[in-house]
């Protein structure tokens, strides 16, 4: 079955490939699929050139999209998934999305990050009438995601037909391991400050001089402050009532964390999925996640850390 035999099936399959021909060879098929089904065809890939000049006759049907921007930070890029999804992909027929992200220069923590992402897709395209091919190049592709593309995808799909994957593993199940990966440690020097309820506005100003002597432009140290405020907030409000923030760089980027000693939280997908009526907790966590780099959760029985990743320019 495929998601245009129904309207509420997700089709979720990976492409591992060695050379433009094997890419070239599962994608034009597919695309020439959701074009004879009527579907709506996307393509998010580097490699989109090859796909015009070989899907031929059907091409102006076809959406293409930059791939660096489209990829830029994880949070954002579910974000704009839905977005896309529901304000005009499904509204012209069934989604038929080819999708190659961009592994350049990513950190340890951005990769595990994009793994995780791709796991959460079968959780937001859950039910809904999308067929995703994400595409993986194995000459580039660091060895912890080629690890992990058979966890993500239900099915893998290659020269020799599509099979289920026999490693595939339940979304919740992959984010709880993701969420044991400990934390690197801090790089020193390390800036802290200790918060409570009543001392808000005084962590304001601390987090935007430390952000300003890092040389972090206004705009993403308002988007910092913003962060940490939101974070220390819901601590002093709902957590044990008083924390710590500590502040460093590493990485090209400016580092927070935002440590609640007496309290575990939470986290069940916390923030990736955009505030609705019928679900409006987390509303705060999921501005936080659009407004930063990366955001890392680690919580224990009885205490909790939120870190904050704020690069120097934006993507």
């Known amino acids: 079955m495929t998601a245009t035999d129904s309207v509420d099936v997700l089709v979720h399959r990976a492409l591992l490939y060695g050379h433009e021909d094997e890419f070239l060879d599962v994608t034009i098929p597919f695309l020439r699929e ?19 000049r070989r899907l031929g006759r059907g091409v102006s049907r076809v959406e293409f999209l930059d791939a660096p921007g489209w990829f830029g930070v994880p949070a954002r890029t579910l974000t704009a998934y839905l977005a896309s999804a529901r304000e005009r992909w499904w509204s012209r027929g069934p989604l038929y999305l080819v999708a190659e992200p961009v ?29 995703l091919l994400c595409a993986y190049d194995v000459r580039s592709l660091p060895a912890e995601v080629a690890e992990d593309v058979g966890r993500t995808h239900p099915e893998l799909v290659g020269a020799g037909g599509t099979r289920r994957s ?28 200790a918060f409570s309820g009543g001392d808000l506005a005084g962590l304001r100003v601390f987090v935007a001089a430390v952000a300003e002597r890092h040389g972090l432009p206004r705009e993403r140290r308002v988007a910092l402050v913003q962060s940490v405020a939101e974070v220390a907030g819901h601590v002093a ?71 904050l990743h704020m690069g120097h320019g934006a993507r």
């Open 103 to 131: 592994w350049r220069a990513r950190t340890g923590p951005e990769v595990r990050e994009w793994g995780r992402l791709e796991s959460l897709l079968n959780v937001a395209f859950a039910d809904t009438p999308t067929s």
């Open 237 to 307: 409000r709902n957590g044990g009532g008083r924390g710590s923030v500590w502040v460093w760089s590493a990485d090209g980027s400016l580092i927070c964390d935002v440590i609640d000693a007496g309290t575990a939280l939470d986290d069940r997908y916390l923030g990736y999925f955009p505030p609705a009526p019928h679900r409006p907790a987390g509303a705060g966590m999921w501005a936080v996640r659009q407004l930063c780099d990366l955001v890392e959760i680690r919580s224990g029985a009885d205490c909790s850390v939120v870190r």
């Open 166 to 193: 026999a490693r595939f593993t339940d979304p919740a199940v992959f984010y709880a391991e993701r969420n044991r990966v400990p934390l690197t440690p801090p790089v020193e020097p390390v800036m802290s400050r």
């Open 34 to 52: 959701g074009l004879t089904r009527g579907g709506r065809p996307v393509v998010i890939s580097e490699r989109a050139g090859l796909v015009r």
